[in-house]
């Protein structure tokens, strides 16, 4: 009840879109329109909650989609992973089975082959799950899955960036992280802490509060923060907090973490390099769970229910560590949700509202937005193909080429010969050449969707692109002894139709000068 009415009176004095900071208090310039921080391009996803087709602005451009999913994508209940490499962004749907989307061809895959319990993944195509039996296992794009029954506990999940896998649970009053190394089928290496209590509220704790950041991985353990570094299993945090772990959440370095306890009104903040508690943050009412900014700008904390379905958030500055204002959200796997330019999407009855990261103030309203399903990425993956990265190499000087390589002479209309491009003119044959030199040839342009190894993959996105009543056709091609499937269209006479056509597609594309 106190927690309740600590709320309602913060909410009552501050004003839910003002924040609680003394505005008087506030830097000139506080209220500007905030900006983006350069890098690869910002990135909104949206996708309808009841499921369809994902797709994607460049942030703030909200009503321009630069892509769209092929596939349908099932319902979701949060995002686990994404590989800028390959393009794969990984998720849950609302059933807890993986789903998996391809950002660069637009497919969408799901694995529905039993239950699980623990979903995670570092580059959004191995997933890795864990069922209700106990059993581990992993879901790749090439299908090659990978099963494994420990005889170690296992709780929660870190796939590792070199393939390996690390594992923490609970056994008694221990808690134990180990790894393994599939394709292998036995544990390389485990550390053992001993923590005390018991094992249902330890392993309960371990699966809420377990995240990694860098070359670590961190979870509660009763009232203690263990964090172990991930390229040795050697022990780097283990810190007592003085009450039971709620939430953790780590800033984008791993330099500190901060910790909710249960019904304790103050975030502690723990230090890596001091080994401890090295600062304090009073909040309104306890945290329920923590949600970290990926730039490492803001802190939302989820307060207590104000309201059926709509909870306080405490924006914490980490510049300032210190509650700058509370707003209204329903607390989502997605939402709220700290956008690009530092801006905080929380949910307003049936809209989505962008408050100011500063004053908080409504900046924005999203019409019917909170029927979709929101997620953010920095990614340069939508960009146009530079043209160059298609052109054949050319050098400066080559050797002669073999006749026989050239293509056969043809007659035109008055009867004379026409030499094959690059050929020499022949005297014989009634016409005039010039040495060493071939008729023009007028360009031509291709507008390339994808190219990959799978020719399934390829028709079925060649059968769901129909640009002015014609669909891509699929050619073949072999690169270092592999079979390349490629979706295209083309050639066409200049580059600005092929490049109509590629934008009218509504898909990832490039045009490449020359006929496939």
């Given at each position: 009840?106190?927690?309740?009415?600590?709320?309602?009176?913060?909410?009552?004095?501050?004003?839910?879109?003002?924040?609680?900071?003394?505005?008087?208090?506030?830097?000139?310039?506080?209220?500007?329109?905030?900006?983006i921080p350069s890098g690869p391009d910002p990135l909104l996803l949206r996708v309808p909650q009841k499921g369809g087709v994902?797709?994607?602005?460049?942030?703030?451009?909200?009503?321009?989609?630069v892509w769209r999913s092929i596939g349908r994508v099932p319902p979701l209940s949060r995002f686990i992973g994404f590989g800028p490499e390959d393009g794969y962004l990984s998720a849950v749907?609302?059933?807890?089975?993986?789903?998996?989307?391809?950002?660069?061809?637009?497919?969408?895959t799901s694995s529905r082959d039993q239950a699980l319990t623990t979903l995670?993944?570092?580059?959004?195509?191995?997933?890795?799950?864990?069922?209700?039996?106990?059993?581990?296992?992993?879901?790749?794009?090439?299908?090659?899955?990978?099963?494994?029954?420990?005889?170690?506990?296992?709780?929660?999940?870190?796939?590792?960036?070199?393939?390996?896998?690390?594992?923490?649970?609970?056994?008694?009053?221990?808690a134990i992280v180990w790894r393994v190394r599939p394709p292998q089928m036995v544990v390389s290496d485990s550390v053992l802490f001993n923590i005390g209590g018991e094992e249902a509220a330890l392993r309960d704790e371990i699966l809420t509060t377990a995240g990694s950041v860098g070359d670590r991985v961190f979870f509660g353990a009763n009232e203690r923060v263990i964090a172990v570094r991930a390229r040795d299993l050697g022990p780097a945090l283990n810190v007592d907090v003085g009450d039971p772990v709620r939430a953790i959440a780590a800033t984008p370095s791993g330099d500190r973490l901060f910790v909710a306890l249960a019904d304790e009104e103050v975030l502690r903040i723990v230090d890596r390099f001091e080994e401890g508690v090295t600062g304090r943050i009073r909040l309104p009412a306890p945290a329920r769970a923590l949600r970290m900014d990926p730039l490492g700008r803001v802190l939302l904390a989820r307060g207590a229910q104000v309201s059926p379905g709509v909870d306080s958030v405490f924006v914490v500055s980490l510049a300032e560590d210190a509650v700058v204002g509370v707003i209204e959200s329903a607390w989502r796997g997605d939402l709220p949700l700290v956008l690009p330019d530092g801006g905080i999407a929380v949910t307003r009855g049936a809209d989505v509202v962008f408050a100011h990261p500063s004053t908080l103030a409504p900046m924005q309203t999203v019409t019917d937005g909170a029927s979709s399903w929101w997620h953010t990425l920095r990614w340069n993956g939508f960009r146009p193909r530079a043209a160059g990265l298609d052109q054949p190499v050319q050098f400066r000087t080559s050797a002669p080429r073999d006749p026989s390589d050239l293509p056969p002479a043809t007659g035109d209309s008055t009867g004379n010969a026409t030499a094959g491009a690059g050929a020499a003119g022949?005297?014989?044959?009634?016409?005039?050449?010039?040495?060493?030199?071939?008729?023009?040839?007028a360009s031509q342009f291709t507008v390339s969707f994808a190219a990959i190894l799978d020719e399934k993959q390829a028709r079925a996105l060649a059968g769901r692109i129909r640009v002015d009543g014609q669909s891509p056709r699929v050619t073949t091609s072999e690169r270092d002894g592999k079979l390349l499937y490629r979706v295209i269209m083309g050639p066409y006479p200049t580059r600005a139709e092929a490049e109509r056509i590629g934008k009218a597609s509504g898909q990832s594309y490039w045009v490449f000068e020359g006929a496939p």
């Open positions: 009840m106190r927690t309740v009415l600590a709320s309602a009176l913060l909410l009552l004095v501050c004003g839910v879109a003002g924040g609680c900071a003394d505005r008087s208090s506030r830097p000139e310039g506080a209220g500007a329109p905030p900006s994902l797709t994607a602005t460049r942030y703030p451009a909200l009503d321009s989609v749907d609302t059933g807890g089975a993986p789903v998996r989307v391809d950002l660069r061809i637009g497919s969408v995670a993944s570092f580059d959004g195509g191995a997933v890795y799950g864990l069922t209700a039996g106990g059993e581990i296992t992993r879901f790749t794009p090439s299908g090659s899955d990978w099963k494994f029954r420990p005889s170690l506990p296992a709780q929660a999940l870190y796939p590792q960036a070199d393939g390996s896998l690390i594992v923490a649970g609970a056994r008694g009053d221990q022949d005297s014989t044959t009634g016409g005039s050449a010039t040495s060493g030199e071939a008729p023009a040839r």
